[in-house]
């Protein structure tokens, strides 16, 4: 069935840092891909998405391309910030069949540091 | 903001309890889910309902119940608790479940906490 596979955390960087979380996929047609940001204390809240193969969803300086050649969706940001600690969810939406449930990674803890 | 509305947002109760938990979703989406987020098991998929009917269901136990009403705000019912029940339950709205395309907004949650 589908899955997503994200790094382990926790993931500890100097302010200004450059941020890569890995997400891989397995899944059967052509499924959406999203991250999710959790920060401390709040709920789930969806930072980018991407719906087809080779687009690059973005939002508050992260960035994630959809690689169907790789079956990733890797996040990416040039220059953290103390906010931007928080957990970071990967996850995809099958394209096939009316279940079309979110499948979600584990989840990568961030933190950076000043 | 997403949107969605989730009370209360804290619950103590004793094992043995039964707790309801309210969420109303974004104005306009027809599809809510429950999901619950405990340290040991991460974000775990619990029940879906589209437009007050059971669409999907993942790791939901037989102690737990939802609905989803006619004005579309859903309750998640939680019985027999126990103190593994203790976690974040959240829940999550959509307009358009058949697309892939579609995109869930979730609630800030409720933490439960079960003594």
């Known amino acids: 069935g589908d899955s997503v596979t994200q790094m382990e955390g926790p993931v500890t960087l100097s302010e200004e840092a450059f941020l890569t979380i890995n997400c891989t996929y397995t899944a059967t047609g052509y499924p959406s891909l999203f991250w999710y940001v959790q920060y401390p204390g709040e709920g789930l809240q969806l930072l980018l998405k991407a719906t087809k193969a080779d687009d690059k969803g973005s939002n508050k300086g992260f960035e994630a391309t959809y690689r169907k050649e790789t079956t990733s969706f890797h996040l990416e940001k040039g220059s953290v910030q103390v906010s931007d600690s928080a957990v970071y969810f990967c996850a995809l939406r099958g394209g096939a069949g009316n279940n079309r449930k979110l499948i979600w990674g584990l989840g990568t803890s961030l933190a950076v540091n000043p | 903001d997403s949107g969605v509305t989730q009370t209360p947002k804290h619950l103590i109760t004793a094992t043995g309890q039964r707790v309801t938990l309210r969420c109303s979703p974004r104005?306009?989406?027809?599809?809510v889910y429950w999901y619950q987020q405990s340290l040991d098991q991460g974000l775990q998929f619990l029940i879906q309902?589209?437009?007050?009917?059971?669409?999907a269901k993942g790791n939901i136990l037989e102690r737990f119940s939802a609905q989803q009403f006619p004005d579309l705000h859903s309750e998640l019912n939680l019985s027999s608790l126990e103190l593994g029940d203790s976690a974040l339950y959240f829940c999550?709205?959509?307009?358009?479940?058949?697309?892939?395309?579609?995109?869930?907004?979730f609630g800030p949650g409720t933490r439960l906490t079960v003594l």
């Open positions: 309902y589209y437009n007050g009917e059971e669409r």
């Open positions: 999550a709205s959509s307009e358009s479940p058949g697309r892939s395309t579609d995109t869930q907004y």
């Open positions: 104005s306009g989406d027809l599809s």
